[in-house]
DNA sequence: CGCGACCTTGAAGAACGTCAATGGTCGTGG
DNA sequence: CCACGACCATTGACGTTCTTCAAGGTCGCG
């Protein structure tokens, strides 16, 4: 649970204080909405265990994905100080999620200002990535846009040692990934079949394998600073 | 200068520590970068006169825009807990900005979580008006990002007393619209002759004017609650 | 006056979207 | 065990949006 805490920043210890708090755990299906635009939570969500995602339904039909999450991630953390929530949050797999209440947190912030800057820096990387995926979206082919989504996901995975060897869980459809980076499925497929053949990865049964990182990093333009990962920022553990 | 403060939120008579902070102001001529990515900077910069923007560079020859700043706003407050900058700074106008310490802030931040919060706040706003671009580039026409563009730092400069009526500067190229969205300028230049011929809006010399909100806002598919305003949250000045 | 920055225009083509149909896989219920 | 349906991946044909290239045109400024 507090492997927030590892990714963060070094806490003393007042993980004991972390530790204590007291949380809701909450097992949601897949495919469901945990909470909706406009709504105004009075908890966050730490995700504990499966993927979840946040996305926001644009004029007609249409949806943009602003991101995937994965174990030890709060993706609604900004709820602390926005009162109304501007996106929905909804689960891509069976969930396990802890609840806490705003209240908790805020009380914990004032007391241990070193977990508040942590929170606030989780929320910064938080903004660096969406800054990634607009430049992505706006700059990139659509080869270049999901050859970027695989690198930065397998990145974050393996930095939380979710990644086994060069493969990791993927449970994403094509249509997910399509409103992800606003292409049609349609255009995910084939760009997916060239990737494929280019023998850069392999993706089947939620499985997503990376057979070549140079070349798929070369492709994907990936560059991690991004991430602003704190530690030694190894290198995706494929040798 | 503190004009910052009643933006985000309410404060006490800890504006007296706000005002007393140390600043270094700082004139900057027009098309200049004022911090770059990669670099790691040791102060926040707090503009006070001008317009600047923040991009990034993609690739070869390409330029990701993520945002237009506006007098009160602090665009990198983020380093204060990221240590290196992921994207750069750069003026659109000549501008004026002071700069603080970091060390001030965060000693600012310790003696008052009010203060904090509020600035916690407001890079949280910044992350909301990220996911909104994003789904702008990701899912709407090029006539409807422009649009979304123009309602947005319209509403954005009304809210601050900086609009003129129905009219407000808007010192961007064409270019530079193109690379915030997502367009190539020739797109940009044909979907503003369509706006124009609309009877939408006026752009000339810097000056944009908004002559029909509701038709603009319905093409934008506008909807301001990403903004999070604060108060009233009043409609634009025309009436 | 002339230069540079910006806007405008036309034509051709690439990248990507839409529509529509087919096939694969898996879980469920008969 | 098999059949069915739901969901997802795949394929082809065709259309649209947007890009690229290239060439003027306008305006302000030294």
Chains 1, 2 share one sequence.
């Not at 730490?46 to 995602?53: H, K, R, S, T």
């Not at 797999?93 to 805020?106: F, G, P, Y």
């Not at 939380?160 to 990934?177: K, N, R």
């Not at 492709?219 to 494929?238: K, N, W």
């Amino acid at each position: 649970v507090r492997k927030l805490e590892s990714i963060t920043d070094l806490s003393i210890e007042e993980r004991d204080a972390l530790s204590r708090l007291p949380l809701i755990i909450k097992e949601i299906r897949a495919g469901e909405d945990i909470v909706r635009y406009g709504g105004r939570p009075s908890h966050c969500c730490l995700l504990i265990e499966g993927f979840i995602y946040r996305y926001k339904l644009i004029g007609e039909g249409r949806r943009q994905i602003f991101s995937f999450h994965t174990p030890g991630d709060i993706p609604d953390l900004q709820s602390l100080h926005l009162k109304v929530l501007d996106h929905s949050l909804a689960t891509l797999t069976m969930a396990k999620v802890a609840l806490i209440q705003h209240d908790h947190l805020r009380n914990l912030n004032f007391r241990f200002p070193g977990i508040g800057n942590a929170l606030w820096r989780d929320t910064l990387i938080d903004g660096s990535i969406f800054r990634e995926w607009m430049a992505g979206i706006g700059q990139r082919s659509a080869l270049s846009r999901i050859a970027h989504l695989f690198c930065e996901i397998y990145f974050r995975l393996n930095a939380v040692g979710l990644a086994d060897g060069h493969s990791i869980p993927f449970p994403v459809t094509q249509e997910q990934i399509g409103d992800s980076l606003g292409l049609s499925t349609v255009h995910v497929n084939r760009s997916l079949q060239k990737l494929r053949s280019s023998g850069l990865i392999t993706l089947r049964g939620g499985t997503l394998a990376i057979e070549d990182w140079p070349g798929l990093q070369k492709v994907a333009e990936f560059d991690p600073i991004y991430l602003h990962q704190e530690v030694d920022a190894r290198p995706p553990g494929l040798q």
